[in-house]
């Protein structure tokens, strides 16, 4: 049983920061990958960012490169992604998953968060 549990969304002017965290909590690590994805209301879900769990690669969307950075604490299990100068239009739901493809489709992903509320306001 792999479960994720995603903090640190909330309400925030362009141009603010914000850091993302996905705690994961398993018995066995199951995923060689994790990514993040969003959701806005009336559009399909997004791949914006993943990197391989044991370290080194990431991949990130090109409406986010440059300004959001995906990062992982391998002792502490848990995923983060840094967001810098945020946009109205990068206001959705943020998940974190988790599966053993290094993919941008979601359906790649077997474990999934309940995500956390990102909003940008003008």
């Known amino acids: 049983q792999v479960q994720l549990v995603e903090s640190g969304g909330g309400l925030v002017q362009a141009g603010d920061s914000l850091r993302l965290s996905c705690a994961v909590s398993?018995?066995?690590?199951?995923?060689?990958?994790m990514g993040w994805f969003r959701q806005a209301p009336g559009k399909e879900r997004e791949f914006v960012a993943s990197?391989?769990?044991?370290?080194?690669?990431?991949l990130y969307a090109d409406s986010v490169k440059g300004r959001f950075t995906i990062s992982r604490d391998y002792a502490k299990t848990t995923l983060y992604l840094q967001m810098n100068n945020l946009k109205p239009e990068d206001t959705a739901g943020y998940y974190c998953?988790?599966?053993?493809?290094?993919?941008?489709?979601?359906?790649?992903?077997?474990?999934w968060g309940q995500g956390t509320q990102v909003t940008v306001s003008t």
């Open positions: 998953a988790a599966g053993w493809r290094y993919s941008r489709a979601p359906n790649e992903y077997d474990h």
């Open positions: 398993a018995r066995t690590i199951s995923w060689s990958v």
């Open positions: 990197i391989f769990w044991s370290g080194g690669s990431t």
